[in-house]
């Protein structure tokens, strides 16, 4: 069950917050890419990237926007990664002025694959924790080893007891 954590702690993310740490994101990338020609490209990676890669180049007025695949869990379970679709390589090349956006880096073995893809790509997550940070070119908020982040996708609103209980 996904609420039964392994994880000490959860760390909820609304819409609203993804929202707006995605913005974040793109503000602190706006103007970073390289001298010639900026950003040319975002990558995102599925399925979690998808919803920031499309808030980053909204932000960032990019256009073309592609997709890699990477499947490493089931559930909070680790397996090793694998590719299950590529982006189309002759509009990325080695990687140079595209922008790789995924929601969260943990492990960083996801990135470690990408890395191997896309060199020279500026690799850019919402949230990182620890372990994952060497991987990650930028990201917006950190959080403990220890965190599972659960993203609004994974969520739905529902009744909550209240706290002092009812008779
Ligand atoms: O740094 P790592 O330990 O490799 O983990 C991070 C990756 O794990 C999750 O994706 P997942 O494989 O669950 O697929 P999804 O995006 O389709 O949910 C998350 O969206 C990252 O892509
Ligand atoms: O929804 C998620 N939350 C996490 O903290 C995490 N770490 C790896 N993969 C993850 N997926
Ligand atoms: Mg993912």
């Known amino acids: 069950m ?7 702690k959860g760390f909820h993310v609304s819409w609203d917050q993804l ?3 995605a913005r974040a994101l793109a ?8 001298a010639d020609g900026g950003w040319r490209a975002v990558v995102a990676i599925t399925r ?12 960032l007025d990019i256009r073309t926007v592609d997709t890699i695949s990477i499947k490493s869990y089931n559930h909070q379970t680790q397996s090793k990664p694998q590719v ?10 080695d990687g140079t002025g595209v922008l790789v956006v995924d929601d969260l880096v ?6 470690e694959v990408v890395r191997q893809h896309m ?8 949230y990182a924790k620890p372990q994952g940070r060497p991987q990650v070119d930028s990201f917006i908020t950190e959080v403990s080893q220890d965190t599972w982040i659960f993203f609004p996708w994974d969520m739905a609103l529902q009744y909550v007891e209240p706290y002092r209980g009812t008779d």
């Open 27 to 34: 503000w602190r990338l706006d103007g970073n890419g390289p």
């Open 119 to 126: 060199p020279k790509a500026h690799i850019a997550t919402v």
């Open 48 to 59: 979690g990237g998808m919803a920031p890669a499309m808030i980053v180049a909204r932000e």
């Open 106 to 111: 943990d492990t960083g073995r996801t990135l």
């Open 2 to 8: 996904t609420n039964q954590l392994p994880h000490e």
């Open 84 to 93: 299950i679709k590529s982006p189309d390589m002759d509009l990325i090349g």
């Open 19 to 21: 929202h707006r740490d």
